[in-house]
């Protein structure tokens, strides 16, 4: 399974980004994919979930300007990012959980990241 991060870069506050995140290999079932952040020299942080059912979940830090979306079809997440603030600087994982066959428990896979910076 390989999981293919892009759209990062640098932007200005009060700018927008939009990042995708494709899931490609042996998938039979996808249950989440999300987002996930890490600042520097701070820990990894949840940003945005979306599960298979279309739930969605957010950091407060976030909420109200990013919005997560999925295309079941392509295996693919997306991550708009609206009004964005110097904090959101970091490096943006992807992260999807699924299961490679009907025989297999559902595990997490982590991309690569794709680092966004935000100018004030």
């Known amino acids: 399974v390989q999981l293919q991060a892009s759209g990062g870069g640098l932007a200005q506050a009060g700018g927008s980004l939009r990042l995708s995140c494709a899931a490609s290999?042996?998938?039979?079932?996808?249950?989440?994919m999300g987002w996930y952040r890490q600042a520097p020299g701070k820990q990894r942080e949840l940003v945005a979930t979306?599960?298979?059912?279309?739930?969605?979940n957010y950091a407060d830090s976030v909420e109200g300007r990013f919005t997560i979306s999925r295309d079941n079809a392509k295996n693919t997440v997306y991550l708009q990012i609206h009004n964005l603030k110097p904090e959101d600087t970091g490096v943006y994982y992807c992260?999807?959980?699924?299961?490679?066959?009907?025989?297999?428990?559902?595990?997490?896979?982590w991309g690569q990241g794709t680092l966004v910076t935000v100018s004030s």
């Open positions: 979306r599960t298979s059912d279309g739930g969605t």
């Open positions: 290999g042996s998938i039979f079932s996808i249950n989440s």
């Open positions: 992260t999807v959980s699924m299961q490679k066959t009907y025989r297999d428990t559902s595990i997490r896979y």
